[in-house]
């Protein structure tokens, strides 16, 4: 006799819910509360996504790989934590935050820090209730007591204990460098925070002047009234020129100083063979001009306008049609070529990035210290030798010379913003003119610090406010109004969500080094090379063993999903429409580490049927066998054929086991679905039919006992996969084998049970 809830198609709207919920009371989700037998830690923090939306298929796929990985050394006897959180999202925040406050008629300038940090956090408490949700229906198994924001108390801690040690040890320290700077938002921005869009532009050549020997070509005219040098190639057709200095005394009304210098980088075969160097305005000239000493002239403000002279308070596009009429007028102008250019635009603001010398707060990835062995280092040493060592294992393995390129060009990181949202820098000033001697100066109606670069007088740097200035003793400070580049809070994530800065936690001695960190390809250096950075700082090890990157999320043409294309294929809709089964499966089978997914609706759908399929193939070995096969999968006596099922099966076990401990999820799952459905289902399950419709009894109890272990195990394997129908079905067979029939009977949950047994 069947089980009620068996007789009737599986309904996964009325499961999940109840499921997730019967989980959760369960408290199996914090390793505290696993039976004994579970003892060896696996730990994975959760990449936690921004409060500044829901969740797309990126992160579906994210939280499926990770769940898939969790359960199973779950089911392996692992202690297993899985810490879940959210990220502030400082400057998409505030974006975000800004656009509604315009709605209501209200300006950012109109509000006070507090009433608008207030704001902010109304909406990412709204986002982030939204995201948990969301997370839940995925099925995530994650140890929701233990939940963390990157903006938190305990983080913020973590934050500003960090950056006392590292300004302390000098490797954060506030310099005038150029960054990337958002006209627009009025802010600098990460490398990550800037997008690249195919544009339609010009490439200009002309001579500064008629005596200047060499003609050079740039895209942005408008920059060369700040030009310093001339870049040549040491053996190219301009060598002879090295060395030299030009003094041009009217280029469009300015006086320009160039000197031409050697630089092997310079491309011979690109425009003229020769670069006009704007160190002030391009990150590749700031450099060069560093090595060679040459002056730096900022000729753009921060409005993206002429700063000075007879273009002053020209846009860089009316400058730039203004100088190009000067030259063909001159008679300096030799040409000018169509091309395709990437221009760099802030993906919050949209805005054109312009490259600009600010007085910023770095990290200093080159400069030396000492180790706690008493070993000389610098970060960035710090940052390769964790992947050289092997300490560290990047899946797929060819990311690891990706890796490398990095951070061999890494340069010093620029960690402040000029925002409202996020962790407030922990730098006092004292403004007594005495103290200061008017070195450092507060302007209330801008809320900014007036700083000169001479820096003569050190900032007051505390992770709580000071009471008073250690120099004068006055007691009025200012708190630096900049905050915190996002990443450098979560680049503390892996430690910072187990207790840190206390040493002595219990979380921190039991998981860290955590066991995997698994993200998307699309930011193993913005957000993981950070992590390594911070944590073999602060504590000396790697932040995680393995690194395991999946690709992204594209519909089945391949296409990047995008609203404008209107491809996007949202979790949330297709686990309402489809159950979440069946929307996990279909983001790991054909999904190999480090390569792209193509999804489809279709694609989900089919593995719904699949649901389907197992929920049938469930209720014909249900109905015809007593109990679903002991712990060690061995029935007592076999038929020669039973026998060959069974050995069939253990070696699905032992290659799904294979598969999960390399890493390669999409292949146990592929061998998961083609053995349930095209071999237990089309091949065994319709061969017993003629064997239950026969008279041979001892066939038939061996055909039962056999079935009974293969559904065994095959719901333990899928469990990972298919955690809600497997889970359901689970707990079926268990009342079936006990008897009982009414819903207060507790049977264990299929979340704990041991994995399938291997001979």
């Known amino acids: 006799m069947l089980p009620e809830r068996l007789e009737k198609p599986y309904d996964f709207r009325e499961t999940e819910e109840r499921i997730y919920k019967k989980w959760e009371e369960s408290g199996y989700f914090n390793p505290d509360n696993l039976p004994p037998r579970h003892k060896e830690p696996f730990s994975i923090i959760m990449p936690p996504p921004n409060v500044t939306g829901i969740l797309h298929m990126g992160h579906a796929a994210m939280l499926v790989i990770e769940d898939i990985m969790i359960r199973s050394e779950r089911m392996r006897g692992k202690k297993t934590l899985w810490l879940p959180g959210t990220d502030h999202a400082a400057i998409a925040t505030q974006s975000k935050v800004e656009k509604i406050l315009e709605k209501e008629g209200i300006r950012k300038r109109d509000l006070t820090r507090d009433e608008f940090f207030k704001r902010a956090e109304q909406f990412a408490q709204e986002s982030h209730d939204t995201i948990v949700n969301q997370v839940r229906k995925m099925g995530a198994s994650v140890d929701w007591s233990r939940e963390a924001f990157t903006l938190d108390k305990k983080r913020s801690l973590a934050v500003r204990t960090a950056f006392k040690r590292m300004y302390e040890e000098g490797l954060i320290y506030r310099g005038n460098r150029i960054v990337n700077w958002d006209p627009k938002g009025q802010t600098t921005i990460s490398d990550d925070e800037v997008e690249h869009k195919e544009t339609k532009g010009k490439l200009y050549t002309f001579k500064y002047s008629h005596d200047f020997p060499i003609p050079i070509a740039t895209t942005r005219p408008e920059t060369k009234i700040g030009d310093t040098g001339v870049a040549v190639h040491p053996n190219g057709k301009w060598k002879e020129y090295i060395g030299k200095q030009f003094m041009i005394k009217d280029f469009v009304g300015y006086e320009l100083n160039i000197k031409i210098i050697a630089d092997?980088?310079?491309?011979?075969?690109?425009?003229?063979?020769?670069?006009?160097?704007?160190?002030?305005?391009?990150?590749?000239?700031?450099?060069?001009?560093?090595?060679?000493?040459?002056?730096?002239?900022?000729?753009?403000?921060?409005?993206?306008?002429?700063?000075?002279?007879?273009?002053?308070?020209?846009?860089?596009?009316?400058?730039?049609?203004?100088?190009?009429?000067?030259?063909?007028?001159?008679?300096?102008?030799?040409?000018?070529?169509?091309?395709?250019?990437?221009?760099?635009?802030?993906?919050?603001?949209?805005?054109?990035?312009?490259?600009?010398?600010?007085?910023?707060?770095?990290?200093?990835?080159?400069?030396?210290?000492?180790?706690?062995?008493?070993?000389?280092?610098?970060?960035?040493?710090?940052?390769?030798?964790?992947?050289?060592?092997?300490?560290?294992?990047?899946?797929p393995e060819r990311f690891e010379k990706i890796y490398y390129h990095w951070i061999d060009n890494l340069r010093d990181w620029c960690i402040s913003r000029q925002i409202l949202y996020g962790h407030q820098i922990p730098v006092w000033y004292c403004l007594l003119s005495t103290c200061t001697d008017k070195e450092i100066m507060y302007n209330p109606q801008t809320n900014r610090m007036v700083v000169p670069r001479s820096e003569k007088i050190k900032p007051i740097v505390s992770i709580e406010k000071p009471e008073g200035c250690p120099r004068c003793g006055v007691k009025e400070l200012h708190q630096d109004p900049d905050t915190l580049d996002t990443w450098f809070s979560s680049g503390l994530w892996t430690f910072s969500t187990l207790g840190w800065p206390d040493k002595n936690s219990l979380d921190l001695k039991n998981y860290h080094p955590t066991s995997v960190l698994e993200t998307g390809y699309d930011i193993l250096f913005f957000w993981v090379a950070r992590m390594i950075l911070m944590s073999e700082y602060f504590l000396g090890e790697v932040p995680f063993k393995t690194v395991y990157l999946h690709g992204l999320v594209r519909d089945a043409k391949g296409q990047k999903m995008s609203k404008s294309i209107g491809n996007i294929v949202d979790p949330i809709d297709m686990i309402a429409k489809y159950g979440a089964d069946a929307t996990r499966m279909s983001l790991v089978i054909g999904a190999p580490a480090g390569s792209d997914i193509s999804l489809s609706e279709d694609k989900i759908k089919g593995y719904k049927h699949f649901g389907n399929k197992l929920w049938n193939i469930a209720r014909f070995i249900l109905l015809h066998t007593e109990e679903m096969g002991d712990e060690s999968g061995q029935p007592a006596t076999l038929a020669l054929k039973d026998k060959e099922y069974i050995a069939e099966m253990e070696n699905l076990i032992r290659d799904v086991t294979e598969a999960l401990a390399s890493y390669r999820f999409h292949i146990a799952g592929e061998a998961l679905y083609h053995y349930v459905w095209h071999t237990l289902a089309d091949k065994i399950i319709e061969e017993s039919k003629a064997v239950f419709a026969g008279d041979d009894e001892l066939l038939k109890k061996s055909r039962a006992q056999t079935l009974g272990t293969l559904l065994r195990n095959s719901l333990l394997m899928l469990h990972p996969f298919m955690p809600f129908i497997t889970e359901e079905l689970w707990s079926i067979a268990q009342k079936k084998d006990s008897g009982e029939t009414g819903e207060t009977n507790k049977p264990k949950l299929l979340i704990i049970e041991s994995w399938p047994h291997q001979s």
């Open 264 to 395: 092997e980088s310079v491309d011979e075969g690109f425009g003229t063979g020769a670069v006009g160097l704007t160190p002030a305005h391009s990150q590749t000239d700031w450099h060069i001009a560093e090595k060679n000493n040459l002056p730096i002239k900022q000729v753009i403000n921060g409005h993206a306008k002429i700063n000075s002279g007879p273009l002053e308070g020209k846009k860089t596009l009316e400058a730039r049609e203004e100088i190009v009429e000067w030259l063909k007028k001159n008679n300096l102008f030799e040409k000018e070529e169509e091309m395709v250019q990437n221009i760099s635009v802030a993906e919050r603001s949209g805005g054109t990035i312009e490259p600009l010398p600010k007085l910023q707060w770095f990290i200093a990835v080159n400069k030396e210290f000492t180790k706690e062995d008493g070993g000389k280092t610098t970060l960035k040493k710090l940052m390769r030798e964790a992947v050289e060592s092997g300490a560290i294992k990047i899946i």
